[in-house]
């Protein structure tokens, strides 16, 4: 591959305007995906997937904001403007279409998940998610009638969420909230 001339590559992004603009918002949303891509091997979603991911982040990030769907839709737009997103499944703007995450928004997800640190920011932003899952099961319990509905809709999401949170990296999460929490940072 030969290397492209810096001063044309240069030229070429100051005449595009190209720019990156993504808020916390956006980047929750791109990990989400990216994180949901990994798990379930998924190469695109339908656009319904973007929305409720959307939604997802918004309980999270901003709990009782207005109109997470409008806002879905503006962050989807957004994120293709800035190349972060883009539409594979060539059907145009007439209907709902398939999206993928691009390199780009990939390898920025990426960098964030690898220098993720446990700070005070993060433990609230879990302690955030977490508060979210409990509230989902507590709302299931609720409405729990019998055993096997408890066992599928409570206790079984509560025994993951639970073994998530704790024990995804537990020597690293369970020494460094001990070390915040005994040194109050």
Not at 50 to 77: S, W, Y
Not at 170 to 176: D, L, M
Request: aromatic share 4%; proline share 3%.
């Amino acid at each position: 591959m030969t290397v492209p001339d810096p001063s044309r590559v240069i030229a070429s992004l100051a005449r595009d305007q190209v720019n990156l603009d993504l808020k916390t918002v956006d980047l929750c949303f791109l990990a989400g995906l990216y994180m949901r891509a990994d798990k379930a091997a998924l190469a695109s979603f339908e656009e319904d997937a973007l929305v409720d991911m959307f939604e997802q982040v918004c309980d999270v990030v901003d709990p009782g904001a207005e109109n997470p769907r409008k806002r879905a839709t503006h962050a989807i737009q957004r994120l293709r403007e800035q190349r972060m997103l883009a539409r594979v499944d060539g059907a145009g703007l007439v209907r709902a279409g398939e999206y993928a995450l691009t390199r780009l928004a990939a390898a920025v997800v990426e960098s964030f998940l690898a220098d993720e640190a446990l700070t005070r920011e993060s433990l609230t932003l879990l302690t955030g998610t977490l508060r979210a899952q409990l509230a989902e099961i507590l709302a299931a319990a609720k409405k729990a009638e019998g055993g096997e509905a408890w066992h599928t809709r409570v206790s079984g999401p509560l025994r993951v969420t639970v073994a998530h949170t704790i024990y995804s990296n537990p020597e690293s999460v369970t020494k460094r909230v001990h070390t915040r929490l005994l040194n109050g940072r």
